[in-house]
């Protein structure tokens, strides 16, 4: 058999070394070599796919000894969580090259560095070694810190290096929980299925690791009151760097927090879960309150973010404290829903924002007005895109959020108090489409382009998935299903 | 094909189709209309002959998505085919000289879809699906001049207004699922159970803010920013609709309490709007507030326990409103304005629009043997026979009181002062619908027998009910033709006109503290992004002490050591001069001083 995933894993990074190797190439080939490996990879993404997972375990399992005395190896695979989040991963990469083909500047060094944040982030995804996974988690860091320092706008060097030391200290005490979690474990692995299916901490001990993990993953989804990084890093990231920073990496957070908060120390987990939900609540509702009062279109978006992962919180904070075990797959079906919902919703806004700053060059909603008349693909797309955002049927988010509410009812009603972000949300965009879209077109930005061949080749994946997810969940659902019916914890 | 699925897909391809083909837009649309309207005809057909047509189609893991085809939900989706399609002919001559027809048309055709889908629903998540969706098509249409001033607040205002309500309809759905374990609608009516109280509020919530209901009725007269056609569509068979649907369709579980909560919801939504439309200074303003008048009058026969008698008037009022709004629409044309100010003898330059109009007019109030008079007697019928009659029965008659006084005011406005004839151009598509609508709004009394069949319960109708009923529908007209609405209101109407808002209504008991606690968390987000930034700063702060320390501190003391170290050799290489006499005598002094310090330490010890 192939061992598609290594493949799929290391395409991006064959891709890079190609251009290195090529240092004179112009940039259409760049970028074109760019394009082409994302291509392959997301194909060979869609034969995983194709593949499957297994009702218990991972599937696809690859593996080879690596450091073989401290029991580290080369272990890669995926399940009904992961999949999704690898397939959405290389989606998302491929329409960031398309978007980015317009890049002059440096582009050599931009391809690359894109391309192996690529490879780290589906990494992140298949690594079930804790050591490979915190190498993978690291490296995405280092290559997003370059993104933006490199690419981004005027205040860059302050943003990039707010987010890479808050993100650097957010990770180590994952680090020192991952080693707590080694030596709990007997023999010494750090193979993390074994993790999953004995969890080698009790008492005391797991419930350090798993305050230690929580804050990484805290710092990474982002929660309050761990966020602020995130509005700063967005406002000044490129758009590209946006839409993978929002798309593929604050999903590391939600990912880390099933895959190690929860599933390796279960036990604590649920007894610290009701704290997990109360932040998950107040990050949803603080996320879509203080969206409500931005002017910066971008730092809007932005701050929809925290809502929504707030939800994802919400939703594996459930799924801890559900008895019934299909409620508890109601509750991580609508999460991890919920992060592919977000990676194609958000992905989308963030590049239109980036082609309407393309445009105007500025992003102060109060400052635009009309432009629905002379930019109506770009208008409507934006329309679509901001009530799939607010939740409307039909569109991506209302099936997971719908999942998450439910099963929130059916533990802990009192946390349904989070639905009230839905109309906050609702309340935002529609003032924001109102500002920006409606209204008499104002004279200075007649005459702007609307949507060109490249950006469509970007935006209309990413609208058709959104109305497919919303319309049809269950080709999605069915695999993240697969694995949250049995999983125990 | 089954014609459950072709209901929803006709219009839905239309749709679909009419963006992308940007050609004929109006006659897809129809045909969207017609082949959809087929469908519904063969589905009643089917239901009346004791078919139950259900489709099963995949949705959330163990919660399937289901459309299916009963009596209620059979006579509901020819109401809304028939009314679309009508309206739809009627706007082909109304938007004849828009240049966004392709736009336009779509969305019609999509809201139809959704509302189809609603009506039709067989469990709570598509139900609740369509419910937005709906929201969304309202939004859009409200929306459609998007370039005038006001429209966007208006359509968001609408948007936002209903989707408040509508979280009463997710926790209200949660609850349902929640207790049987299904979310298939047939279980929860039948499991026999009941639904709570909190259950029934919640309901209640949602359509209070879809059916605009006081105090979430404010919205309704603002939507009227949109196309006459929309208004028409919104206010008879679908948005609006969808709220005393709910209520009709989910009346069998609820509690004794809910009901009674929704009867004087209804009751006081009545006689409040009824008084905002007496005072209204335009016609379709007026007329929307007419609308939740007699939602209200609905949701007092819901109330009453009587959901069938809601039913009838839901279906009479489709045809009837659908109608006024029509023919408002053709004195719009007409005058270029909607503003009674404007409209004074409007009806006169267009007998046969004003003659469908009035007949119309007397539906709704209730005169016999209008389509009306039948709806409004089941009502009033089931408010006196209700066990809270003595609440109930008197603002159902206040409700048809205000009725007939305010459209015998329109009447009277229309009417009274001078023709002006001017073009109206696709005047006889716009005849066509709303000849269509006014001989329903006329006849479908008619109908109401084979209604009460198919649904297998006859409304009671006793003969205290009609005397009443009709007397205070006569009383009314009277009132409204000879007295002008300003002095029939008094005292009451500045209030009036300003919608009864209480304290400044929604905008300052709910926008205002959401966007100061907005403002709030913008503060806290800014003190957060400085605290981060101050503890960078003391980092960097921290960084520069220890470099300032080491280059004065420790790089100071070595550099001070280096240089001793420097003189000291200087002074050292002053000693070895190489003069033999000045060594010795050094070495001699060296060594006697060795010799001393040696003989005091020996003695010491």
Not at chain 2, 465 to 475: D, H, T, V
């Amino acid at each position: 058999m192939l061992p598609i995933v290594s493949i799929t894993l290391f395409l991006p990074l064959l891709g890079a070394l190609l251009i290195m190797a090529a240092r004179k190439a112009p940039v259409r080939v760049v970028h074109a070599i760019g394009i082409g490996t994302s291509a392959l990879t997301l194909a060979s993404a869609v034969w995983m796919w194709s593949r499957g997972v297994l009702p218990v375990g991972f599937a696809q399992v690859e593996q080879i000894d690596w450091m073989p005395t401290i029991g580290a190896a080369y272990r890669v695979g995926v399940d009904g969580i992961s999949l999704p989040l690898v397939l959405l991963t290389a989606l998302l990469f491929l329409l960031t090259f398309i978007f980015s083909a317009k890049v002059r500047e440096r582009p050599h060094a931009y391809v690359v560095l894109m391309l192996l944040l690529e490879t780290a982030s589906i990494g992140t995804f298949t690594a079930l070694d804790a050591l490979l996974f915190y190498v993978f988690f690291e490296i995405s860091l280092v290559s997003m810190y370059f993104m933006i320092a490199g690419w981004g706008h005027e205040g860059r060097q302050r943003a990039a290096l707010m987010f890479f030391l808050y993100t650097l200290l957010g990770s180590l005490p994952l680090l020192l929980a991952i080693l707590g979690l080694y030596l709990g474990s007997n023999p010494h692995t750090f193979d993390m299925r074994v993790w999953i299916a004995h969890p080698p901490l009790t008492g005391i001990a797991a419930m350090l690791a798993l305050v230690a993990m929580l804050f990484t993953f805290a710092v990474k989804i982002p929660l309050f009151p761990l966020h602020t990084w995130l509005p700063a890093a967005h406002v000044e990231a490129p758009a590209a760097g946006s839409v993978i920073l929002a798309g593929v990496m604050l999903k590391f957070g939600a990912y880390g927090l099933i895959r190690f908060a929860l599933q390796m120390t279960p036990e604590a987990f649920r007894y610290a879960a009701v704290i997990i939900l109360i932040f998950g609540v107040v990050s949803a509702l603080y996320g879509a309150f203080a969206a409500l009062a931005q002017t910066d279109l971008k730092r809007l978006v932005a701050y929809t973010s925290v809502n929504h992962m707030g939800y994802v919180v919400v939703g594996v904070a459930i799924a801890a404290l559900a008895i019934d075990p299909a409620v508890r797959a109601l509750a991580l079906d609508g999460a991890v829903l919920q992060m592919v919902s977000h990676g194609l919703v958000t992905g989308a806004l963030f590049f239109l924002v980036g082609m309407l700053q393309d445009r105007a060059h500025t992003r102060e909603m109060a400052r635009f007005g009309g432009l629905l008349k002379g930019l109506p693909i770009l208008g409507w797309s934006f329309v679509l895109a901001a009530f799939a955002s607010l939740g409307l049927p039909g569109l991506a988010h209302f099936p997971a959020e719908f999942e998450i509410f439910l099963a929130t009812l059916r533990v802990e009603p009192v946390a349904l108090i989070v639905i009230l972000g839905i109309v906050v949300t609702a309340g935002l965009y529609l003032r924001a489409i109102g500002q920006v879209f409606l209204g008499e077109p104002r004279a200075q930005w007649k005459g702007l382009p609307d949507l060109n061949a490249r950006e469509l080749l970007t935006m209309i994946p990413l609208l058709v998935l959104i109305v497919g997810v919303g319309v049809a969940p269950a080709w999605v659902l069915d695999v993240i299903h697969t694995t949250t019916a049995t999983l125990h914890f | 094909m089954s014609p459950l699925a072709l209901v929803v897909l006709a219009p839905l391809a239309a749709a679909a189709g009419i963006p992308v083909l940007r050609r004929a837009p109006a006659m897809l649309a129809l045909l969207g209309a017609g082949a959809g309207l087929i469908a519904s005809l063969v589905l009643l057909a089917g239901a009346s002959a004791g078919l139950h047509a259900a489709l099963i189609l995949p949705g959330l893991p163990d919660m399937p998505l289901r459309l299916v085809g009963t009596p209620l939900t059979a006579l509901l989706s020819t109401l809304v085919a028939v009314v679309g399609a009508l309206v739809l002919i009627y706007a082909v001559g109304y938007m004849k000289q828009d240049d966004e027809k392709v736009r336009f048309f779509a969305t019609m055709s999509f809201f139809i879809a959704a509302m189809q889908t609603l009506v039709l629903a067989g469990d709570w998540i598509l139900l609740l699906a369509a419910w937005e969706l709906i929201g969304l098509s309202s939004y859009l249409l409200i929306g459609f001049w998007y370039r005038r001033p006001d429209v966007a607040s208006a359509a968001t205002r609408a948007f936002l207004y209903t989707r408040t309500a509508d979280l009463g309809l997710y926790a209200a759905v949660f609850l349902l699922i929640a207790t049987t374990g299904s979310s298939e609608i047939a279980v929860t009516l039948h499991s026999g159970a009941g639904a709570s109280v909190a259950v029934g509020l919640l309901l209640l919530a949602a359509a209070m803010g879809k059916s605009a209901q006081t105090p979430l009725h404010d919205w309704l007269q603002r939507a009227m920013a949109g196309p006459t056609p929309v208004s028409a569509l919104l206010h008879s068979a679908t948005l609006v609709a969808a709220g005393a649907i709910l209520l009709i369709r989910t009346a069998p579980l609820l509690p004794p309490d809910a009901l009674l909560a929704i009867g004087i919801v209804g009751g006081i939504t009545t006689v409040v709007t009824g008084l905002i439309a007496l005072a209204e200074r335009d016609l379709k303003r007026l007329l929307a507030a007419s609308t939740s008048s007699q939602y209200g009058l609905m949701l007092v026969a819901v109330g009453a326990g009587v959901p069938k008698a809601a039913l009838l008037l839901l279906i009479a009022h489709a045809a009837i409103k659908s109608s006024l709004f029509l023919g408002a629409g053709v004195f719009q044309h007409s005058r270029h304005s909607t503003r009674l100010a404007d409209l004074h003898g409007a009806g006169r330059d267009r007998p046969w629009i004003f003659a469908g109009f009035t007949l119309a007019a007397l539906a709704l109030a209730g005169i016999p043997p209008l389509s009306g008079f039948f709806a409004k007697d089941a009502v009033i019928a089931a408010s006196l026979a209700s066990s809270n009659a003595r609440l109930l029965a008197p603002l159902a008659l206040a409700g048809t009181l205000l009725t007939g006084a305010y459209m015998a005011r329109a009447l009277r406005i229309l009417w009274q002062g001078k023709r002006r004839d001017q073009p109206v151009a696709g005047l006889r598509w716009m005849g066509a619908g709303l000849a269509g609508l006014v001989i329903l709004a006329i006849g479908l009394g008619a109908a109401f027998p084979f209604i009460e069949t198919l649904l297998a319960t006859p409304v009671p109708e006793p003969a205290l009910a009609r005397l009443l009923g009709l007397s205070a529908a006569l009383g009314g007209l009277a009132l409204g033709w000879f007295i002008p609405g300003r002095r029939l209101l008094g005292p009451l109407l500045p209030w009036a006109r300003q919608g009864f808002a209480i304290a400044g209504g929604v905008d300052v008991w709910i926008v205002r503290p959401a966007l100061t606690l907005a403002r709030g968390c913008e503060r806290l987000e800014r003190g957060l992004y400085a605290g981060v930034m101050a503890v960078g700063r003391l980092g960097l702060g921290l960084g520069r002490a220890v470099r300032r320390s080491d280059d004065q501190g420790i790089d100071g003391l070595i550099f001070s050591l280096v240089r001793g170290t420097v003189n000291l050799g200087n002074r050292a290489r002053t000693l070895q001069s190489g003069l033999i006499h000045r060594e010795l005598a050094i070495s001699v002094v060296a060594t006697a001083l060795i010799f001393a310090v040696l003989f005091v330490t020996l003695l010491a010890f």
